[in-house]
C-alpha cells in the first residue's frame, strides 16, 4: 500500500494563479483531511470531508475549496492564490471504525510544498 | 480552537525519561486523547492514544489524570531520534480534529 500519497510535492504560485492539489489514499478510509502548517503554528485544519461526497469546514477555510467525488481522493483548491497561502499542506487520511478504543488514527502525505510570490 | 495546551518546547537528555504534559480541561468524557509526532517537516505520525485508563505501547505511556484534564506523554528512554514536534489531540465526535501548536521536544546527548 502507498499510504496517503500528495501531488504536486512543490509549486510556485504567482499571486491569482490557481491550482488543484490531490491527496489519494489507498487503505479505503472513509475521513479525509486538509490541513496548512506555517512556520510556528502547528497544523490548521482547513476543510475535512467525513464521506465521499461530502465535505466541511475547518478553522481556517478562506481561499479554499475541496471536493470528494471518489472515496480515495480529496482535492484542495485554490482559486485565486495569494502569498499568506505559501504553506506546507499535508492531507491525512482515518478509517470509519465501531469502537472508538480501536486504534483508528490519521495518516498523514508527505506534504505539498507551496510558494505563492 | 484547539482544545489542548502544551509547553512550547522542552528538553530532555538522552537515555532518560522525556515527560510531556497536556492540558486538555475542555474535551468532553467521550473525546479520546491522541498523541502524534512530527519530525523534521515530515507528516506526523501517531504515537498513542487513551480514554481515562492509562495506556501503553512499544513506542511510549499515556497517564491520563483522573478528572481527565491533563495527560502526560511519556518517552521512557529518549533517544536523539526522538527529537520532534509532539502533539496532543482530542478527537471529537464531530471528526473536526484540530492541531495546537505542539511541544518541540529537544534531546540532548
Known amino acids: 500500500n502507498a499510504g496517503v500519497t500528495q501531488t504536486p510535492k512543490f509549486r510556485v504560485l504567482k499571486t491569482g494563479q490557481s491550482m488543484t492539489l490531490l491527496c489519494a489514499q489507498d487503505m479505503n478510509h472513509e475521513y479525509m483531511y486538509w490541513y496548512r502548517q506555517d512556520p510556528g503554528m502547528g497544523l490548521r485544519l482547513i476543510h475535512y470531508?467525513?464521506?465521499?461526497?461530502?465535505?466541511a469546514k475547518g478553522e481556517v477555510p478562506d481561499g479554499y475549496n475541496v471536493s470528494r467525488l471518489k472515496k480515495q481522493n480529496f482535492l484542495l483548491g485554490l482559486e485565486s492564490a495569494a502569498p499568506s497561502q505559501t504553506s506546507v499542506y499535508f492531507c491525512?487520511?482515518?478509517?470509519?471504525?465501531?469502537?472508538?478504543?480501536?486504534?483508528?488514527?490519521?495518516?498523514f502525505g508527505p506534504g505539498t510544498r507551496l510558494t505563492v510570490l | 480552537d484547539a482544545k489542548t495546551t502544551q509547553p512550547t518546547s522542552m528538553d530532555c537528555a538522552e537515555g532518560r525519561a522525556a515527560n510531556l504534559p497536556c492540558n486538555h480541561s475542555t474535551i468532553s468524557g467521550n473525546e479520546y486523547v491522541y498523541w502524534y509526532r512530527q519530525i523534521h517537516s515530515q507528516g506526523p505520525q501517531y504515537i498513542i492514544h487513551?480514554?481515562?485508563n492509562n495506556e501503553t505501547n512499544e513506542m511510549a505511556s499515556l497517564i491520563i489524570t483522573e478528572d481527565r484534564k491533563s495527560s502526560t506523554l511519556i518517552l521512557p528512554h529518549a533517544t536523539l531520534r526522538d527529537t520532534a514536534v509532539y502533539y496532543c489531540v482530542g478527537r471529537p465526535l464531530d471528526d473536526k480534529i484540530i492541531f495546537g501548536k505542539g511541544t518541540r521536544l529537544h534531546i540532548l546527548p
Open positions: 470531508s467525513v464521506g465521499e461526497g461530502t465535505t
Open positions: 487513551g480514554l481515562k
Open positions: 491525512a487520511s482515518r478509517p470509519l471504525t465501531s469502537g472508538r478504543r480501536i486504534r483508528d488514527e490519521q495518516f
